[in-house]
């Protein structure tokens, strides 16, 4: 009996067990499947943690190739939608690339006074050190403004709860003093009806002691009322008090608020003489032109061919030739002043021919959004791209019976102003970054310093001009990166012209006020000898972005944008050098002055040479 026992035993335990393998094996796929997909999953979170880690070093980009920038076939990039935002893998010239974040801004002039009085010595404006003690001295009477309202709003609001447990109060007793007469009332009515009911021939004792009772009766309710009037008018009393209380507190509030508020005008005014910080690649230097450092040059071994031409004619005397010496136009600059030009026929055709193809091509190669900016714009536009005060003098402004937005108004200095300031107080999607747009406009300069020497010939310094100005519009982490596909974008317009150009990195010195770096491309000037500024590239880092209120919102959180500005081209700097440039080559003075249009431009100008 036992051993069949054990037999029944020994075989039910194989059949669970064979039951339980065949079990798992009948899921052994699903097992491997979810094993897989846990494994892929953990992989993916260890590369999203990698990709932190590196930061600054990963670029979202469009799909255009950085080392192929004549590539148009492979972008896309259009405004809103469309653009496909893609990882840019990390290149060799961009490991070292690290991005500062934040431009100037009040927080860290608090926390950073030594710091910025050293940014101001290297950028040569020790004068306004002193703004800064000022500025220190504005903000501690603020602060303590600030406490001061504080502690009037607290025991403003103490009040208030004191008036509100008073008037809870004075509700209870009135409540109290209802029912104490309803109670009396009740009583008194009960003692009528015994009355009614009692025998007429009852002692008249008896109903001496019941109007005795009711007397008492009536005086204690008399009493109460009394006490309950007097502590009334008591609580009353507290609260007229309380509330002339708050009424004081709030006109001392008021009278905060105003020196407050005239407090902050000063800070803004005088934070506006700060420039912005320096990245740590420019170079903090003496006034000297010679501290810039040149960073690329390109076809500078042509600048030899350019030299064997002899009888170069300098562009200045080109222009005054008005149209190969027609005799309709005659003694124009002493008509239109110095600082003028005027372009006739030929010569105003290629300047047009140069702007539409430098607009074609920013537009079709490198997805710039064209727009066409106004050139009259309110004083609160060129102070939010920091235009001023601190080129005031430089800039034109307009009578000051014409105003814009009740502002004074002023000519633009650069399409930037206009260009930014359509994005005042604006919140971006993430999704729409970067912003590229470029635009052309004639720009407006007095130049105070105006010379008259060689340096300002022609069509180098002039107080109207043509530009064609660029603009992105980008997060923090990845300013850097656009930063310079912009530049690469401007020198690729002088490789598409064959001009010999270099690009330097400028000193502190010289750096832009708003910009916390700058490099300037400059082409080379056959006639004098000397390369020449024909664009100059910044990045603002937020320090126009804060001034504009301008935001991009990521992950629920609202962040300043940073601006990268830089021109696209100067169009009459490149005009002059391509009218010396392109010059046919001539064995005397007396032959007839010849121009080769570029390869790019004949197609606008429908002719291969023209006559000079």
Not at 314 to 323: F, G, Q, S, T
Not at 367 to 381: D, Q, R
Not at 517 to 522: F, G, M, P
Request: proline share 2%.
């Amino acid at each position: 009996m036992y051993k069949k026992n054990k037999f029944l035993l020994i075989i039910i335990v194989l059949w669970f067990y064979f039951f339980m393998l065949s079990k798992s094996i009948k899921h052994v796929n699903t097992f491997f499947i979810n094993h897989r997909i846990q494994l892929r999953d953990r992989l993916n979170y260890l590369r999203t943690i990698k990709r932190k880690k590196i930061g600054s070093n990963i670029f979202i980009s469009v799909s255009i190739s950085s080392n192929n920038t004549n590539s148009s076939d492979n972008t896309n990039d259009n405004y809103y939608g469309e653009k496909q935002l893609n990882h840019k893998p990390i290149n060799k010239s961009d490991k070292n690339v690290k991005c500062c974040e934040y431009g100037m801004h009040v927080k860290l002039l608090k926390n950073n006074e030594k710091k910025i009085a050293e940014i101001l010595i290297s950028r040569g404006m020790e004068e306004n050190i002193n703004d800064l003690n000022i500025l220190q001295e504005l903000t501690n009477k603020k602060n303590k403004f600030e406490i001061i309202k504080n502690n009037l709003r607290n025991k403003k609001k103490q009040l208030s709860e004191k008036i509100r447990s008073l008037l809870f109060s004075q509700k209870n007793l009135s409540e109290n003093v209802e029912s104490v007469e309803k109670d009396s009332l009740t009583v008194l009515e009960s003692n009528n009806k015994k009355k009614k009911k009692k025998d007429k021939d009852k002692d008249k004792d008896k109903d001496k002691d019941d109007d005795k009772n009711n007397d008492k009766d009536k005086d204690k309710e008399e009493l109460a009322k009394t006490n309950s009037e007097t502590t009334s008018i008591y609580i009353q009393h507290q609260i007229d008090k309380t509330k002339n209380e708050i009424n004081d507190i709030n006109n001392n509030i008021n009278t905060v608020e105003i020196n407050i508020m005239q407090l902050k005008s000063k800070i803004k005014k005088y934070f506006e003489k700060i420039p912005n910080v320096l990245l740590p690649e420019v170079a903090k230097m003496n006034d000297s032109k010679k501290d810039n450092k040149i960073v690329k040059t390109y076809k500078i071994e042509n600048i030899k061919m350019v030299k064997e031409n002899k009888f170069i004619e300098p562009h200045e005397n080109i222009l005054k030739r008005y149209d190969n010496n027609n005799k309709i136009f005659t003694n124009i600059s002493n008509k239109i002043g110095f600082g003028y030009n005027i372009l006739v026929n030929n010569l105003a055709k290629l300047e047009r021919s140069l702007i539409e193809f430098m607009i074609t091509t920013h537009v079709n190669m490198f997805k710039y959004i064209n727009v066409k900016a106004p050139v009259i714009v309110p004083e609160s536009a060129l102070k939010n791209t920091a235009q001023l005060p601190k080129f005031k003098q430089d800039i034109f402004k307009i009578h000051d019976t014409y105003k814009l937005i009740n502002e004074p108004a002023y000519l633009i200095p650069t399409s930037e102003v206009s260009l930014l300031n359509l994005f005042r107080n604006t919140l971006l999607n993430y999704e729409h970054l970067p912003i590229k747009l470029v635009s052309h406009s004639p720009c407006f300069r007095i130049e105070k310093n105006y010379t008259y020497g060689q340096k300002s010939k022609g069509l180098l310094r002039e107080h109207i001009f043509e530009k064609v100005e660029l603009i992105n519009i980008t997060d923090k982490i990845n300013s850097l990166y656009y930063y310079k596909q912009l530049i690469k974008h401007s020198e690729y317009i002088l490789k598409k012209l064959k001009i010999p150009y270099r690009r330097v990195l400028l000193n502190s010195i010289e750096t832009p006020f708003s910009a916390a770096i700058c490099y300037d491309i400059e082409a080379w000037l056959p006639s004098q000898n000397r390369f020449i500024e024909v664009s100059s590239c910044s990045n603002c880092l937020d320090f126009q972005a804060r001034k504009l209120n301008l935001k991009y919102k990521k992950n629920n959180k609202k962040i300043y944008c940073h601006t990268i500005n830089g021109s696209g081209l100067a169009v009459g700097r490149v005009l002059a050098i391509i009218l010396e440039q392109y010059q046919m080559k001539r064995e005397s003075k007396n032959d007839q002055l010849k121009l080769i249009i570029p390869k790019v431009l004949t197609k606008y100008m429908k002719n291969e040479v023209i006559t000079l």
